[in-house]
């Protein structure tokens, strides 16, 4: 359902409103923060410092379609894990080499991404765990589908799907993916996720690494 809503301050702000619907998880062992970044990680760490959680990254890249890059058509994440957008597809006749060319490149910054964040610390162990997947906003839902999907292959108890706005379809399409979706807002005309953020500027690498580094994270 479709509710009012108003647009957030920025990331940091989105995430500490969306830690005060979260308060059940607070101070559980078994929860884990997961981020997909990089606009996902301001937000998650607001969340993770408010639960007393440890919080990580959970590398995905939306996979454009050739020539408008800023539509999706799918979406790959860690763990060889692909999300195809069928109707997309089929409805711009977009061949299965003109996919793999994106999906070749996409896999390249993604594997550049996971070095550079983690400089070779080892992933939180999610086995069996609660598991809070956060993004700063879900417009088609792609990637944080392929996310869900990748994170089931690690054996978590349950993954919850977080964000601060989403659009009603991806909300819905979602709540088939995940075993529960928290989301501040739906607005009816959602146009972009950009638009419910006052400030919507790009999250840096460095911002990222800063952020996974913090002082009082969990071990």
Sequence with gaps: MATAFHEFGDRRAAGRALAQALTAYADQADVRVLALPRGGVPVAFEVAEALRAPLDVFVVRKLGVPGHEEYAMG????????????EVVNRLA???????????????????????????????????????????GLATGSTMRAAVRALRLLGPASVVVCSPVASVQAAAQLRHEADEVVCLGTPTHFHAVGAWYVDFSQTTDEEVMELLAWPDRPA
Excluded: F, H, N
């Excluded at 979406?75 to 069928?86: F, P, T």
């Excluded at 996919?99 to 996409?106: N, P, T």
């Excluded at 610390?121 to 765990?129: F, M």
């Design 75 to 86: 979406a790959i994440a860690q763990g060889r894990v692909q999300v195809l957008d069928d």
């Design 94 to 136: 977009i061949s299965g080499a003109a996919i793999d060319r994106v999906v070749q490149a996409e896999r390249a910054e993604l594997e550049r991404r996971e070095l550079r964040y983690r400089k070779g610390r080892p992933s939180l162990d999610v086995s069996g765990c609660r598991v809070l997947l956060i993004d700063d």
